[in-house]
């Protein structure tokens, strides 16, 4: 089994867009995206890979958008502004937890053209003030910790009725949309989406692909949100088929959600 995240970069080409991700630490996947605009970084877990991918491709660094405060999205934010001197812009509610901003954004703050064109959406539950960072024209969207693929990030500063809120709003964005999500944790996430649809066919087909791009080293991430839709349990909390199986059918949709992440926390 290779490590949870290869050494190499892996690009996409995106309507408009050219979208690097660059793994980083032990799992953690930080995003270069080059458009009309310029470059921009979703994300410094570290420099060192970040600098490397710019290198390798010519590249200089204009911005860097912070998804939330915590270290392994942090760290390596001070080297690239000290190297580029790029501007910092993230989550003005996490202000005084983040390295210093140029701008802090909020809820629907957008800015850029075309496939450049990016809008902040609130997603908090794991974090407090956490953004995810929708390019809606290109149909992409970078969500960190709060939807993973197969899964979802920890509730550690919000309530789970939060948490499922944020998921609500990021599921219905068009079911076409790529989903770059802040870690290569998709396996573990395949084998315990499995315990709450054991039958569910698009999961397991699902679970075997997994399984194959990581035998080879590859990642799991993007994935379209249709998928995570038919596949994802933390946002197929409300529907009826998902209640029944866990004998919840008259409960409201952030308790099942709750549930399902009080299981995933022990699993």
Request: hydrophobic share 40%; with cysteine; aromatic share 6%.
């Amino acid at each position: 089994m290779p490590p949870a995240t290869a050494n190499a970069t892996y690009t996409i080409a995106r309507d408009g867009l050219e979208i690097v991700t660059v793994p980083c630490l032990s799992d953690n996947y930080a995003y270069l995206v080059k458009g009309p605009d310029g470059v921009c970084l979703i994300d410094a877990p570290e420099a060192g890979p970040i600098i490397e991918a710019l290198e390798a491709r010519g590249w200089t660094l204009g911005t860097i958008l912070i998804t939330h405060h915590h270290h392994d999205h942090v760290g390596g934010v001070e080297a690239l502004r000290s190297r580029y001197g790029c501007k910092v812009m993230g989550p003005e509610a996490e202000r005084e937890k983040l390295p210093p901003l140029d701008m802090g954004l909020k809820d629907g703050d957008a800015g850029g053209a075309g496939p450049s064109r990016t809008v902040a959406i609130a997603v908090p539950g794991h974090t407090l003030g956490h953004l995810a960072y929708h390019f809606p024209e290109a149909g992409v969207v970078f969500t960190a910790d709060s939807l993973m693929a197969l899964g979802c990030g920890r509730v550690f500063e919000g309530t789970p009725a939060m948490m499922w809120d944020s998921l609500s709003r990021l599921a219905a964005l068009p079911r076409d949309t790529l989903v770059f999500s802040g870690h290569e944790y998709t396996q573990g996430n395949a084998r315990f989406a499995l315990t709450i649809e054991p039958e569910n066919p698009t999961l397991q087909a699902r679970v075997a692909a997994v399984a194959d791009a990581r035998s080879e080293g590859r990642p799991t991430v993007p994935a379209e949100l249709g998928e995570e839709l038919d596949t994802n349990p933390f946002l197929r909390a409300g529907l009826p088929e998902v209640k029944a199986l866990l004998d919840m059918s008259g409960d409201p949709d952030h308790a099942v959600f709750a549930e399902i992440r009080r299981r995933k926390d022990a699993f």
